[in-house]
């Protein structure tokens, strides 16, 4: 299993849950189980992650996890930290016996075998001397920006009218009560809807419910979303901290107007503005109000006033960071092995072969039926112009790579199963196949298989035309 180190409590915020939910769900998919290891969990939480299939396990304090990873140490493939109060002291110990990633922000020492910092401009050089693996891989900057899945193909409908006021789902310093009282007297008289989405837990929940009530501003409450892509769609403009969603509505293509309220956001709040990609009103603690009701006025009444901060903003995040992320641990949860198939594998291929899109650019695109999968694989075991190798993968069989030897030349066919696309098996099994010497490898791909075309491109096949491609070895 992976275990994950991370709270998410009214005083601390969901931010550090929601990036590492998305690591998870990644993880789940190629099946491996997910224990979330916290100090606290209120029901709203443990509900939110048992939903998903996820198992919740309570310490009273971070030095007691040592003796819950401990008692679960055959079964731990990766631990992954986020969490601020947690040290080099600890990160050690967990280093010394479990693989680790460390999610951080704040240019702090580390013990890992992976560290990610997400932050705007991050460059190798922050981290000198601080990381004390020194083959610890760093994945540094905007490319491994953690953007939920769920919000592939969300974009604005860029309608101003439409707000988004969102201080993260606790908000535990209550800034959207500033902020909806500051424009209470400025806005009131536009045609306006400001949408305020919360958890359970925030403690600014009722305040806003009692704005709502006496107010002359169209407030809109949203509690526990299980994400925000609805209000992504529907708002052109978003009022909030630059937090760890700040990118996230940046992916989204809203126009942001940002104020700093925790001093680790400041970094992120002033790179991103530098940028052009989001306008900063100032700090919570230092907030000029005239600036804010200004701002929103300006943004409001002019079509034009914003569009260079969304032309700016657009394409910075690219929503590819997490699989970037998994694709460098997945070595060190397990070794790729190939292994020659055997009868107890029947079932497996003749599943993935029926699996949606699995034939689509296969010579013949019919699945085969039981009894033809049958008398097939009863010929590949039984010949020997057919090698068929299963891709195995923490002990699982997530796939197959085909040679049919002709003389020196042989071909070269891939299925990986659905569940394991995308995050590079295909290659590493393709790399370990062709590093076989004085040997030709062929493919023949279907000219809409794009995925297939950038995999045997990028380890060297060439185009022979009419979709044959090929590769020679050295001797």
Request: hydrophobic share 40%; proline share 4%; charged share 25%.
């Amino acid at each position: 299993m992976v275990v994950i180190v991370c709270d998410a409590t009214k005083e601390i915020g969901y931010g550090h849950l929601k990036r590492c939910l998305v690591l998870a769900s990644f993880y789940g998919r190629l099946g491996l189980p997910i224990t979330f290891l916290m100090r606290d969990a209120p029901p709203v939480v443990k509900n939110l992650l048992k939903g998903r299939g996820m198992e919740v396990v309570v310490r009273s304090d971070h030095g007691k996890c040592l003796s819950y990873l401990s008692e679960q140490k055959d079964l731990i493939k990766l631990v992954i930290i986020d969490h601020y109060e947690i040290g080099p002291d600890l990160e050690e110990k967990i280093f010394s016996g479990f693989p680790l990633l460390v999610m951080d922000d704040l240019c702090r020492p580390h013990w890992c075998d992976v560290l990610v910092d997400q932050t705007v401009n991050r460059k190798s050089c922050d981290y000198d001397k601080k990381m004390y693996n020194s083959f610890a891989k760093t994945l540094l900057g905007i490319d491994y920006t953690v953007i939920d899945p769920v919000y592939k193909g969300i974009k604005t409908n860029g309608d101003k009218a439409n707000i988004l006021i969102t201080f993260g789902a606790t908000d535990p310093e209550k800034v959207v009560l500033r902020v909806l009282d500051l424009l209470e007297h400025t806005m009131e008289k536009k045609k306006l809807i400001f949408h305020v989405p919360l958890s359970s837990l925030s403690p600014c929940l009722e305040g806003v419910k009692k704005r709502i009530d006496r107010s002359k501003l169209d407030i809109r409450l949203y509690r526990d979303l299980p994400d925000l892509s609805c209000l992504y769609e529907r708002c052109g403009i978003a009022i909030g901290a630059p937090g760890t969603s700040l990118l996230e509505r940046i992916y989204c293509g809203l126009i942001n107007l940002i104020l700093v309220v925790a001093e680790n956001q400041r970094e992120v709040g002033q790179k991103v503005s530098r940028l052009g990609a989001a306008l900063c009103l100032g700090e919570i603690q230092t907030l000029d109000p005239s600036l804010v009701t200004r701002t929103m006025t300006q943004m409001t009444d002019s079509k034009a006033f914003g569009d260079e901060v969304q032309k700016r903003a657009m394409g910075l995040v690219d929503g590819e960071g997490p699989l970037r992320i998994i694709k460098q641990t997945l070595p060190l949860i397990s070794i790729l092995r190939l292994r020659p198939a055997n009868k107890r594998d029947l079932e497996s291929l003749y599943k993935w072969q029926h699996e949606p899109g699995a034939r689509d650019y296969f010579r013949n695109t019919d699945p085969p039926t039981k009894k033809e999968h049958q008398v097939w694989f009863d010929g590949v075991l039984s010949g020997d112009d057919v090698l068929l190798n299963i891709i195995e993968w923490c002990n699982m069989a997530i796939g197959y790579i085909r040679l049919n030897r002709n003389g020196k030349e042989t071909e070269v066919s891939i299925l990986i199963a659905r569940a394991f696309q995308g995050v590079g098996f295909a290659k590493k099994a393709l790399v370990n196949i062709i590093k076989t010497k004085n040997r030709s490898y062929t493919a023949f791909i279907h000219p809409k298989n794009k995925a297939s075309l950038g995999l045997f491109t990028s380890v060297g096949f060439q185009s022979m035309g009419q979709g044959g491609y090929v590769y020679n070895a050295a001797p």
